[in-house]
């Protein structure tokens, strides 16, 4: 649906060079959320990044704030053996670097798994800080590490303080990239390091998780080429220390991790020459078509007979506005999400949904799950859909 007075051209946020419309994308959710709007994501024609241009942190803020529910999700547990694994992987990084123990801080540390084990080993202040109380650890813990309430583009500590900042999977949150930036380079020391992780959209194919897994996570406005994240941190004055790229676990997959590290510098670098390793770009058409597919075929068999959708998870919120929502029905066994409702439908107890028809199963990674919660409520294997 093309819409009127739409700018089709934009300057990347990462390298400033021109970027064009790749393409639109309606999201939904629950209640009033953010994310009923038609995102409108760009592409930069230099360094590849693709990066939803219509949204800004005041919007999102309230998403963190309200619906956003990572506190008490078990894929961020701290003690999980996975993601001490991850953390381990951080470390070894640094040391791999020869980053010696400095003053330093984790921005977004949600429930500081990472910033508590480095203290274990750090002879050094470790901070954490995030702007949502509810994730971090309360009272007085076992470890070293302190925290503080503070956001990526205010932090809470004095210029030229800390040797080290982290953020890990908080670049392709925030919006304002070079706010985000500036701040780290007032906070750190001369020759302090930076340390970014995010999701290295140039490996989403190797690891697609489901068709339309990586687009459809509606808080990630940035998809980073190594290109991109390096460009931005050049464009401050870091020089870029290293770039890696590797393959980390997580509680529920494994995920493409890219990793950069770089070090303010007084005098500005020769700017790093580095490839582009895979086509962004092609691969957010490719989720967008698998996912028109899908819905095609979900409408195909909502001609015949009944069709029940189990599950509010992020991809369904992708595919939803694609459905025609009189012939569907909607049902997740969260009572939070019982309570709530999608465009005035109300989300269903599965427990009380007729069993006739089809049961289109959403979510990709609690799928199997799910089915088997389904086969005991009575649903037979033949009218159980898993989307992927
Ligand atoms: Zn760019």
Redesign the pocket.
Known sequence: MKQANKSTRDR??????P?AHLLDWEFSGLGDSIFNYTAHFFC??????VYVQNIDDEKLAQYYAGECSYFEKPHFAVTSPTNQEKYEAYIRFLNDNRVAPVDMADIGCGRGGFVSRLSERWEAACWGVDVDMRSMPQGEGKDKAAFRMGDAAQLPFGDRSLGLLTYFHILEHVRDLHGLLSEAVRVLQPDGFIMIEVPDAERYRAHPIGSAFWISIREHIYHYTA??LV?ALQSHGFHILQVSRQTLPTPEFSYPSLMVLARKRERPAAVANIPIAGDVAAYVLESREALLRQAQEILGVAENQQVTLWGCSAELFSLLPLLDRRRVRICDSSKLKQGTSYKGMAIEDPRSVPISGTLIIAPYLHGVAIKSTARQLGWSESAMHLLH
């Open positions: 990347c946020p990462a390298c400033s060079s970027a930069c024609q230099d360094c590849s990044l290109k991109a460009a």
